[in-house]
């Protein structure tokens, strides 16, 4: 006889652990299903990649004690840079995480003029690390049980799958039940692969992440192995032809590519493990909710790393979808179809809002027309001018509200 569960969670990432440990705290028995162990660990190369975590994603990952505290796993960012060096005059723009918090107030001095977590404007998250404290949570955690999915259980109906009177498919953009249960998923192809790797610097990185435009490509370099490091995480958005000549070069020659488009800005470079890279999208499911079924992650959405928020919307989906559980009427099922449009309601309008930022950024700053870029040369220059405008942006970054 089948086991029954409340909740079903498809796909072992950062959003299905998140769901299933916050599903748990609210006593629901919980089928956690993922990718068997053998198939996760095939790959033995490094890990490259790394998440911007604004304050809300912290807030939430240590209400449930998962953030990481191994040495280097988390870096604050202090600063960003943004950076169009090539414009006449270069054109440069500095976010604090001061300015995101609120301004001193009253006579007996600031209050919350740095906020609890020191003033950053983000941290950067090796994900393994992440990831190995979640795996570890969810193991020790009672009402969770680990479903180890073989192909077959992944690629199959959704009569294979665990009973339970709700099913939350966490498995990515390219998820399988997604699409047979005919969610719809509409795509909008950029025409840029994300090049990703680690890099080695000889000069400390100084807890500021950097951005450049380099004549329609965008590359980031985000901070890593804690406040006084000198490795990076690259993120280079470039199209198709140039990534897959950039992923084509050995080791030396990479780092070297690095190093001459960011003008050897934190010294020389050398290549951390094998850089990879994807092709770039804007998408979003029609649907997010279907009678005892819903997306969240990038299963529902997928948005340009432009802005580094991929992750914070699609934890921010999760905090939603059980605030929707928990405050249901007590005689409402939960895969009740009513109350799932409550949680799609929500997040739609967010992400929408996210999308459209990120679409547009990519499309004023992906843009190779000289009277573009001369429009955002000029917003370069004179947005630290603009306090109000700034702060606000900050906080959007940091995932506070307005003040």
């Known amino acids: 006889m089948r086991k029954k569960f409340d909740v079903a969670v498809l796909g072992g990432g950062v959003v299905g652990h998140t769901l299933a440990l916050l599903l748990a705290r609210e006593r629901l028995k919980v089928a956690l299903v993922q990718a068997s162990r053998q198939q996760a660990a095939g790959d033995h190369s490094p890990d490259i990649r790394a998440y911007a975590l604004n304050t809300a994603s912290r807030s939430l990952l240590e209400g449930l004690r998962v953030w990481p505290d191994a040495a280097g ?13 090539w414009a006449e005059p270069p054109a440069h723009l500095t976010f604090r995480g001061s300015e995101g918090h609120q301004e001193p107030v009253g006579p007996v001095g600031p209050v919350g003029s740095v906020g609890e977590h020191g003033g950053a404007l983000a941290w950067i998250v090796d994900v393994a690390a992440l990831e190995n404290t979640l795996a570890q949570a969810v193991r020790f955690q009672g ?6 999915a073989d192909p077959a259980l992944l690629a199959g109906g959704p009569e294979t799958l665990p009973q339970a009177a709700l099913t939350v498919i966490c498995e990515g953009k390219r998820s399988s039940h997604r699409d047979a249960l005919g969610f719809g998923y509409a795509r909008k192809p950029y025409p840029h692969t994300a090049v990703a790797a680690r890099l080695d610097c000889t000069l400390p990185h100084g807890g500021t992440a950097r951005q450049w435009f380099l004549d329609g490509e965008v590359l980031a370099l985000l901070p890593m192995n804690g406040p006084q490091g000198q490795q990076v995480a690259l993120v280079w958005s470039v199209e198709h032809a140039r990534a897959a000549e950039l992923l084509a070069l050995d080791s030396a020659s990479f780092a070297q590519a690095v190093q001459a488009a960011c003008s050897s800005a934190l010294g020389e470079m050398q290549t951390v493990g094998t850089p990879a890279g994807w092709p770039l ?42 605030r929707v559980l928990r405050e249901r009427e007590y005689w409402r099922p939960l895969g009740d179809l009513r109350l799932l449009r409550r949680y799609e309601r929500a997040r739609k309008a967010d992400v929408a809002a996210m999308s459209l930022l990120t679409d547009g950024l990519f499309g004023l700053f992906g843009h190779s027309d000289t009277r573009i870029q001369a429009l955002r040369q000029w917003g370069l220059r004179n947005f630290d001018r603009m306090s109000p405008l700034k702060r606000w942006a900050a906080q959007q970054a940091m995932g506070r509200a307005s003040a």
Not at 73 to 85: F, K, L, N, W
């Open 281 to 322: 999208e804007l998408s979003q499911a029609e649907r997010w909710v279907l009678p005892g079924w819903a997306l969240a992650g990038d299963a529902a959405h997928a948005i340009h790393p432009l802005a580094g928020q991929g992750l914070n919307v699609g934890l921010a989906d999760v905090a939603e979808l059980v």
């Open 143 to 148: 009402g969770i049980d680990l479903v180890d």
């Open 73 to 85: 796993a988390v870096t604050p960012v202090q600063q960003m840079v943004v950076s169009e060096p």
